[in-house]
């Protein structure tokens, strides 16, 4: 439910508001206007005398919450969360976010490459997973530990903000230690411990819907997210499964306005998983800008024929740099930058 406060309510009756929630059990979440506070209490209503917190000094409304999406939805928050992972904003509805690199990062010196390519535009995000585990288990093999600390070296150098994934909850403090932002891939959308782990920490944390995952569970593994107390949650469309087969998914362009009607978060797709052919991928990333897309997720190598996974859809740095210029074109005709 949401607590509205009066107008210029003292942080004192805030105070007085909040601890007598969590007398009834309740998880508060206040977020603070120019005039007025909104007080966002998550918990069971059972236990609850809505008469008694009417009463409190300060407080003006209590309103219940419809959608089962409580932190995540706009009820509780109506205007746009910009998310700042390392400098980098997304979601201010003005500039757009590309987060790229390597799918696997398989050395030093292709980090560097994908790094100067992201710098070169600003505003962006370096990426490359140390921890991928393929559809075999007789595939590659990542670099782990090894791979944050090329992870790490190669941002602060190009002075960029990087991210990796996560598979395990044994992962999060140390990729959090290393990376600006986690990342949770689609197979681990429902890894409610996962989630939970993540949302204990201070990082930017990337959430790919999962393969077939509906927008609403979609938005209720934000929430188990969010309910720990992290609320820099970035939601990420990377295609969903569907009768067709000539793509590799179905990138879901419908989702990334319908999401951004029902929550404050923001969105970004990722075109590459989606098609699972580079040539596709300039095509959907400008409908996906063209649809409200508040970035997105590049797959960039310097040798995509020699990738040690998924290198059909990967962009070489030529067609990564050719495409970011056309991406800026787009950018301006919907009113955005790159």
Known sequence: MIIIMAENASEEKIKAVEKQLAEYGFKT????GESKTVIGAIGDKGHLSINRLLAMD???NVV??????????????KAPSIIDSGGVKTGDNMNITVFAGPYIAENEEMLDIAA???????????????????????????????????????GKKYNIPVCTEIPDTSDVETVAEYCDVI????????????????????????????LSASVEE???AAEYIMKE??????????????????TRSTLDISAIPVVKSLSHLPVIAEPGRAAGNFKYVGAMSKAALAAGADGLMLEIHPEPNKAHSNGERALKPKTFTALMRELKAVASAVGREI
């Open 229 to 246: 107390g992290n609320s820099k949650v970035i939601l990420c469309e990377r295609g969903i499964r569907t009768f067709e087969t000539a």
């Open 58 to 60: 300060g407080v003006e």
């Open 218 to 220: 979609w938005l209720m």
């Open 64 to 77: 219940p919450i419809m959608r089962p999406y409580k932190l995540a939805g706009k009820e509780i928050k």
């Open 29 to 32: 979440h206040p977020i603070r």
């Open 116 to 154: 100067s390519c992201v710098s070169e535009y600003g505003g962006g995000i370096l990426t490359g997973g140390v921890f991928n585990q393929g559809p075999s288990p007789y595939g590659f093999e990542s670099l782990g530990i090894k791979g944050l600390t090329f992870l790490k070296a190669a």
């Open 183 to 210: 990342q949770i891939g689609a197979r681990n959308m429902q890894n409610y411990s996962l989630l939970s782990e993540a949302g204990k920490t201070d990082r930017t944390v990337i959430l790919k819907r999962g």
